[in-house]
Nanobody, 132 residues
Framework: DVQLQASGGGLVQAGGSLRLSCAVS????????IGWFRQAPGKEREGVSC????????YYIDSVKGRFTISSDNAKNTVYLHMNSLKSEDTAVYYC?????????????????????????WGQGTQVTVSS
């Protein structure tokens, strides 16, 4: 069974940090891309970051570049999202998901937003709340 388990969310003040974890089972991190997505109240879900450890590819959306870092510990079958300098606009439910064949990042720009390719398996969300 393919499973993803996201954890690490919580309440933090603006400027603070959190580390999200995505523990996976049933597949290998070296042949799947792992993406982090978020959905804020009243907004559509958006891709935030992804990693493919098979070739070291990482991707970040502009709004988190320089603040978030994605990493992978293949021995622990876990992907992390280190979030620093958190802002109130980072408040959302964060989800991790897996994709095979691996493809990291958006697939095209629709003219109004970036579209990510479909991801096959999803974990439950973890709430991140940033207080200002």
């Amino acid at each position: 069974d393919v499973q993803l388990q996201a954890s690490g969310g919580g309440l933090v003040q603006a400027g603070g940090s959190l580390r999200l974890s995505c523990a996976v089972s049933g597949f290998g991190l070296d042949d799947h891309a792992i993406g982090w997505f978020r959905q804020a109240p009243g907004k559509e879900r958006e891709g935030v970051s992804c990693i493919f450890s098979g070739d070291g590819t990482t991707y970040y959306i502009d709004s988190v570049k320089g603040r978030f870092t994605i990493s992978s510990d293949n021995a622990k079958n876990t992907v992390y999202l280190h979030m620093n300098s958190l802002k109130s606009e980072d408040t959302a439910v964060y989800y991790c998901a897996a994709r095979f064949p691996p493809f990291c990042g958006p697939s095209y720009y629709s003219g109004s937003h970036y579209e990510w390719p479909p991801y096959d398996s999803w974990g439950q969300g973890t709430q991140v709340t940033v207080s200002s």
